[in-house]
T-cell receptor
Framework: DGGITQSPKYLFRKEGQNVTLSCEQNLNHDAMYWYRQDPGQGLRLIYYSQIVNDFQKGDIAEGYSVSREKKESFPLTVTSAQKNPTAFYLC?????????????FGEGSRLTVL | GQQLNQSPQSMFIQEGEDVSMNCTSSSIFNTWLWYKQDPGEGPVLLIA?????ELTSNGRLTAQFGITRKDSFLNISASIPSDVGIYFC???????????FGPGTRLSVLP
């Protein structure tokens, strides 16, 4: 089935550790996105990528890093520099990065810092 | 970054009642999307709108792209228990690369 797969679904991290969240899509979409969701707030954009080997910072990129070496993969690393990393992280993709087009989400990864 | 205004923040309704919620923006959009999110899950796309005035249905759900292009509305008819969840909107300008999101409307359905 076509879709977006995020892993792991739950992740616990000690302070000072980097962690990487995986996002894979088989929808042949060009654009991919990472969002952070906190209770009572709208989704906030961390990073996005319109094409392989290119990505742009979103509104809250500090403390995060990404790569886009393959069209179907867009992993997110939460570094130790991120001050408040406990959150629900959502990966999304769309057929293109502007104009019309729908945005589809993965099932999310919940990161908890101990 | 910009966020959308969405109302109401939460609502409690009786099973069988109709529900209305709306989303407003200070910018003109060419795309409106409506999602439903269950706890601990990713959002699921319900309806996509691309034209001012457009009215689109998906089962008991109906959404409209506002004439001003700065708002959108979602209606749910004859609510059932599985409608419980958070509904949120997303919009994008024609040349915008990214979507902006509303904070969501939390819907509770009482039996």
């Amino acid at each position: 089935d076509g879709g977006i797969t995020q892993s792991p679904k739950y992740l616990f991290r000690k302070e000072g550790q980097n962690v990487t969240l995986s996002c894979e899509q088989n929808l042949n979409h060009d654009a991919m996105y990472w969002y952070r969701q906190d209770p009572g707030q709208g989704l906030r954009l961390i990073y996005y990528s319109q094409i392989v080997n290119d990505f742009q910072k979103g509104d809250i990129a500090e403390g995060y890093s990404v790569s886009r070496e393959k069209k179907e993969s867009f992993p997110l690393t939460v570094t130790s520099a991120q001050k408040n990393p406990t959150a629900f992280y959502l990966c999304a993709s769309s057929i293109r990065g502007s104009g019309t087009g729908e945005l589809f989400f993965g099932e999310g990864s919940r990161l908890t810092v101990l | 970054g910009q966020q959308l205004n969405q109302s109401p923040q939460s609502m409690f309704i009786q099973e069988g009642e109709d529900v209305s919620m709306n989303c407003t923006s200070s910018s003109i959009f060419n795309t409106w999307l409506w999602y439903k999110q269950d706890p601990g899950e990713g959002p699921v796309l319900l309806i996509a709108l691309y034209k001012a005035g457009e009215l689109t249905s998906n089962g008991r759900l109906t959404a409209q792209f506002g004439i001003t292009r700065k708002d959108s509305f979602l209606n749910i008819s004859a609510s059932i228990p599985s409608d419980v969840g958070i509904y949120f909107c997303a919009g994008r300008t024609y040349y915008g690369q990214n979507f902006v999101f509303g904070p969501g409307t939390r819907l509770s359905v009482l039996p």
